[in-house]
C-alpha cells in the first residue's frame, strides 16, 4: 500500500474504534478528527461525508471480521468442526474486537430504522454472515453431522439468538457467566441436530 493508503487505513482502525464507543451514529468527521488530531480537511479528502465515513467503517469492520473469524474458521475440516470454530471466533470477537463491543449490533439498533447507506451496509453484512452460517450448517448435514431433516436457516437464526444474547448479558448486564452460558446454549443447539446415536 502506497502511504495515503496507509494514512487512510490507519484512520478507519481508529474510527471503527471510536464508533463501538460512541455509536456509528456518534461518528463524524469532527469527532474523528479530534480523535485522530488530523484536520477536518484532511479528513474530507478522504471521506466525502460523514454517511460515507461510517460506510466506510462499516466495510473496515467486515474486513477485520474477515480476519478474525471467517479465516480461521475455513482453515478447519468441513461439518461440525468448522461451526464450532465460527462460533468460537464469533465469541472471541464480540469480547475482544472492539474497545465498545461488536460494531454491527451497536449499529443495528441504531439503524434498523434509517434508511439509506449505512443501513444497506449493515443489512449486506448481517446477510453475508447468516449465508456463512447456513452454508457451513448445510455441510453437516451433508457430512452425515447432522440429520437431514436439519434446517441450516432455522439453526442459522438460533445461534444469532444466543449470539446476541451473550452481547446482551456480557455488555449491559456485566454478567461473569456470560460466555459459559453462550456455550452451553450452543452445544444444546448441537445435540439438537445430530442423527440419534451420534455425539459431539
Same mark, same amino acid.
Given at each position: 500500500?502506497?502511504?495515503? +493508503?496507509?494514512?487512510?487505513?490507519?484512520?478507519?482502525?481508529?474510527?471503527?474504534?471510536?464508533?463501538?464507543?460512541?455509536?456509528?451514529?456518534?461518528?463524524?468527521?469532527?469527532?474523528?478528527?479530534?480523535?485522530?488530531?488530523?484536520?477536518?480537511?484532511?479528513?474530507?479528502?478522504?471521506?466525502? !461525508?460523514?454517511?460515507?465515513? %461510517?460506510?466506510?467503517?462499516? %466495510?473496515?469492520?467486515?474486513?477485520?471480521?474477515?480476519?478474525?473469524?471467517?479465516?480461521?474458521?475455513?482453515?478447519?475440516?468441513?461439518?461440525?468442526?468448522?461451526?464450532?470454530?465460527?462460533?468460537?471466533?464469533?465469541?472471541?470477537?464480540?469480547?475482544?474486537?472492539?474497545?465498545?463491543?461488536?460494531?454491527?449490533?451497536?449499529?443495528? !439498533?441504531?439503524?434498523?430504522? %434509517? +434508511?439509506?447507506?449505512?443501513?444497506?451496509?449493515?443489512?449486506?453484512?448481517?446477510?453475508?454472515?447468516?449465508?456463512?452460517?447456513?452454508?457451513?450448517?448445510?455441510?453437516?448435514? !451433508?457430512?452425515?453431522?447432522?440429520?437431514?431433516?436439519?434446517?441450516?436457516?432455522?439453526?442459522?437464526?438460533?445461534? +444469532?439468538?444466543?449470539?446476541?444474547?451473550?452481547?446482551?448479558?456480557?455488555?449491559?448486564?456485566?454478567?461473569?457467566?456470560?460466555? !459459559?452460558?453462550?456455550?452451553?446454549?450452543? +452445544?444444546?443447539?448441537?445435540?439438537?441436530?445430530?442423527?440419534?446415536?451420534?455425539?459431539?
Amino acid at each position: 500500500m502506497g502511504k495515503g +493508503e496507509n494514512t487512510k487505513t490507519a484512520v478507519l482502525d481508529e474510527a471503527t474504534e471510536l464508533a463501538s464507543l460512541v455509536g456509528l451514529g456518534g461518528l463524524t468527521i469532527g469527532t474523528l478528527a479530534a480523535a485522530t488530531k488530523l484536520s477536518k480537511s484532511g479528513l474530507y479528502a478522504h471521506f466525502a !461525508s460523514k454517511e460515507a465515513l %461510517q460506510v466506510e467503517v462499516l %466495510q473496515h469492520a467486515r474486513d477485520r471480521f474477515t480476519d478474525v473469524v471467517m479465516r480461521p474458521t475455513l482453515a478447519m475440516p468441513r461439518g461440525e468442526p468448522r461451526l464450532r470454530r465460527f462460533f468460537d471466533r464469533w465469541l472471541t470477537w464480540q469480547s475482544t474486537g472492539f474497545g465498545g463491543g461488536c460494531i454491527f449490533v451497536d449499529a443495528a !439498533s441504531e439503524f434498523d430504522d %434509517q +434508511e439509506g447507506a449505512v443501513r444497506d451496509e449493515l443489512v449486506r453484512a448481517e446477510r453475508d454472515k447468516l449465508e456463512s452460517v447456513i452454508l457451513i450448517v448445510g455441510t453437516a448435514v !451433508s457430512e452425515g453431522h447432522f440429520r437431514d431433516d436439519v434446517d441450516p436457516e432455522q439453526f442459522a437464526y438460533e445461534l +444469532e439468538g444466543i449470539v446476541l444474547a451473550h452481547h446482551h448479558a456480557r455488555r449491559l448486564m456485566r454478567d461473569d457467566a456470560a460466555e !459459559s452460558r453462550a456455550r452451553r446454549a450452543f +452445544e444444546r443447539l448441537l445435540d439438537s441436530c445430530r442423527p440419534a446415536g451420534r455425539s459431539g
